[in-house]
């Protein structure tokens, strides 16, 4: 087996070749003439190769390589490497470029032959012809879409020269009647001449771009993952293609974040010592022609994908909005990997994304969305655990009634114990795993033996993800219920429940405040019922109509309810009736049928009168 490492220019090849041993056995240089080319490998199968035997090229990657590698394998060569270069030498020349490449290739022989990553060195991966060919047309349509706009920068500037824009028959350009316009237009002399010259090439720069649109649209339709990426919100046949034919074969990147880091989407770092996180920018390694659509793509996914939005707006508040767009992008390439490699559209990938954020809805420590939320705490955050005496059953020993789903091999955390520390996380206003666990290692001498921990240290933030992950709303909402029925004085023999709608803040409902009805019984202080009512507030006599039957199961003892002007509807007034339910709701003064029904049934006028004038 022989080791060639060529240094490719456009005038010549220089050559340098080693054997089995390492040994370099030949160091020239060849022209590129292709008589003189071939004659040289004609020379080296005969001379060098025996029967049978093969040679392996490693080559630097430049804009010319096709016809070389074309050329070497029909010379017995069993494998073409093309390598990009790392760093620029201090000391170069040619012939110490060509050593250093076979060098390179000798040395680490086995590796490269097997497939193997070298440390080091960026192997190029060949893309196959149709993807060759797609690269290329796509970077022609990109070419003439500039050639165009550069023209009609042209014509603007040679307008403004004459304060002429405000002339333009339209508001945007180039249209059909914007250019007879400017056809007729009367102007000096040269300014005319410039102008015609502009408008052909204009016209020609059009027809161009129409033509390679064509050819792009129809080799769109042939490709199944181009297809796929035209479901992303605002990606054209032009943008599918681009990007399906730099991201290659998709089974090359294991991960996700593979493909976002060969487009040069993750940041660089210089870590050292001590320092282990010097991140620096984003590397922008591989294609910026990927990175430009990218850049395009986000800029229409966030107009589109509310929940991206969403994410979007959290981070350009904490870093600003460029580093935030960039998340976008990296984001982005994320969701292109998995559209690919499940062959699923965009649509069906967020759906996963979302379903999966549906059954971990208990992470977030969104007390509305849980349905745990029992008002203020009485003592503070650890009255709970420090006197269970005082309560017939404390909330840790209702929260071991859950049934642990968890695999019992490898368990180090009580399940009730890491619930419970996400409560606590809860009630002391925290939304994130990492600022979580450094609350709790902080507080971690208080909280371990009350919790039922035997480590010393917290659980990390991804155990406790994956454990709350396992855990059913709906049982850890009825453990909870169960303890607030134990908690507390007495329950009175007839209860008072009032009604009313508040908007939480910090819980998003699709990029946007959600708003909760809640059910609150003022004698024990607890809050027996909380339901989701969207956006509108109007909607919460509809959602107490539906939930009526949970709330008397939630509150056997309920006798009265109490609301303000929105509830003092016929359809809610006469479910209550039926159910042997007082109700007591307040009327204002813009009801004014209802308020004038309401002052004739008075007995005493004087009181009628009293109302109206406090406006209800």
Known sequence: MLYLGIDQHARQLTISLRNDDGDVIQARQVSTRPDKVQEFFTKLTRERLGSGESFIAVLEVCGFNDWLIRLLRDYRCQQVIL???????????????????????????????????????????????????????????????????RLVNKIKHLLRRHNLQWDLPTKTFPTRRAIRWLQELVLPAIDRLEMDYLLVDLEQAQRRVQELETVIVERCGNSQNANLLRSMPGVSYFTATSLACRVGRIQRFPRAQSLANYWGMTPGCRNSGENSQRLGRITKAGSNIARWLLAQVAHQALRKDARLREWYKRIRRRRGSTIARVAVMRKLATVIWKMLSKQQTYAECRAVALAGQENCKVVSFDPWTAGLRSGVVPGGLFSLWKEPQMQSLSLLSALKQLEDPRDPRGVRHPFSGVVALALLGMLARIREMEVLVRWATTHWEQLREPLGFGRDAPPVATTISRTLALCMVADLQAVFLRWLRTCGQELPDEGVVAVDGKTAKQALDDGRPLHMLNAFVHQVQITVGQWSVGAEKSNEPTVLRRRLEELITNYPLLKLLTGDALFAQRPLAELLTGRGIDYLFQIEANQGDTLDALENCFAHPCRAATCCRNGQ
């Open 83 to 149: 390598i990009q270069p790392e760093e620029r030498k201090q000391r170069k020349t040619d012939r110490r470029d060509a050593a250093a490449l076979s060098e390179l290739l000798w040395v680490n022989r086995d590796r490269l032959l097997a497939g193997k990553p070298v440390r080091g060195l960026r192997q190029i991966v060949l893309p196959s012809p149709t993807d060759q060919e797609n690269r290329r047309l796509t970077t022609l349509r990109k070419e003439a879409s500039q050639v165009q706009t």
